[in-house]
């Protein structure tokens, strides 16, 4: 298993490409199983849940080929499917639930093993049935497996809000499955993300009839087959962030060449009001961009994570660790998914000041974050422990970057190039500096049991460094901590 080591301090610099986006390229791979003809596309990252989601479609009949020098990946459809995606390969990643859609509309059965747990809390399929249902299919679950049938699927008015907004993969799921679908089918309450743009403007070059894509009502005329088609990925708008958010920690000065800022405004809007400054910018080459640079004092902030076009909550780990930096009091909640937080016990650990309140994190800053030996929970835990790690004091030690793999293009690579300190090595003691070297290896047991305690005991009266907490960003916070319910009590007594 690989492992990464940082030595913190460094101010990153430069250019650094995005790649395109993992999750607009999960869907759209998954939608080729429905397309007749061969599906051609560029700007695919190089990343494990692409491999892994190769797999679901070679076990499902297709042949998929990549040119990892281009990026290119052509998918031809099966000739005949067992319409099987089993659970070895749905358990590694749960985008391969975005197959069940495309298989049915296409092949008329899908048998997908449920995807099961998920670190960052539950993530039921409740709402992909429930569409898929209204188009006409039959559905039971037996031992694991979500058996689903249809002669054709037919056009309907679907509603796919939930209890926490939208869904992502569900909207990508009944949006692909209704382009085969005889008649109109109205999806009201869908998922506005610009990765659900770039699905339907994949589908539309395939022959599909999509309109109202980005916008919460999508409507789509089911046509009788999509055809081959040549389509181009749009840049990840997460790892915009992830290194936005890096260069800001770092207080650097990053060029982040394709970013789109319309896919972008509530992270910029964020950032901004830290005190970060972001500009639009050009590359010698003609290539559009953001232009980051840090600032040596920031300013604390009320953060939400919510549904597109908010604060993705992809990037809600990221702001965390730069929130632990930033003097006073930050709120950070995630509202799509409210469990999240397991990068907390692992900041901590780094010298964080952060309690866990419910659905929101309150983060005392400035932390004098320090290296030390963390573990990686999820893919996006992971991010925000290498940036905590960058803008930590010494070198620290991130096991289980295998989940950070699933969804950044060598992002320890680009990082590198940025002038970060940075090497990756495989878990073994000796590959580790002296000091990093650990008499019990952490376990995810501990961590949860750290999880847990941290929501009883404040984490700010235990601290050895003396925090800043009488800053300018005080008053924000403090009605809402002093409300809690938490027999702790209340922040202010720090
Ligand atoms: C491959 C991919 O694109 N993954 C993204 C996708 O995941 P994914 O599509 O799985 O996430 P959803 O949008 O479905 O989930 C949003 C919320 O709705 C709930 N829910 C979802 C489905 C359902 O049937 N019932 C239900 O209650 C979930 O528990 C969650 O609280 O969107 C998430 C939210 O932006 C991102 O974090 C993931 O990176
Ligand atoms: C949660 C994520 O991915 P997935 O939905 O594939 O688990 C993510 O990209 O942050």
Redesign the pocket.
Known sequence: MDMLIIRGGIPLAGNVRLAGA??AS??IMAASIAVSGLSQLRRVPHLADVSTLTQVLESLGAVVTRDLSTGELTITPPHATTGIADYDLVRRM??SVCVLGPLLARWGKAVVSLPGGCN?????????LKGLVALGARIRIERGYVHAEATRLHGAEIYLG?????????TANIMTAASLARGITRISAA?C?P?IVDLGNYLNAAGARITGHGTPVIEIEGVDELHGVEHEVIPDRIEAGTMMIAAAATCGDVLIEDAQPRHLSAVIDILRQIGVTIEPSSTNDGRTGLHVSGAAHLNPADCTAL?YPGV???LQAQLTALLCLVPGISVITDK??PDRFMHVPELLRMGAQIRREGASAIIAGPAHLSGTNVMASDLRASAALVIAALAAEGESVIRRVYHLDRGYEKHDEKLRQLGAQIQRTTDHPEALPESLRMTGESTMEQHKIEEISSRFTPPFQNQPTKPHFLSDGYSIARPMVSQSDDSSGPVVDL
């Not at 960052?120 to 992909?128: C, T």
């Not at 209890?163 to 569900?170: N, Q, W």
């Open positions: 993992k999750n999960l869907p749960r985008a960052i809390g539950h993530r039921p399929i409740d709402l992909h939930g209890p926490f907004g939208s869904t992502v993969t569900g998922a993300e990765e549904p993705p909550t992809d799509v998914f």
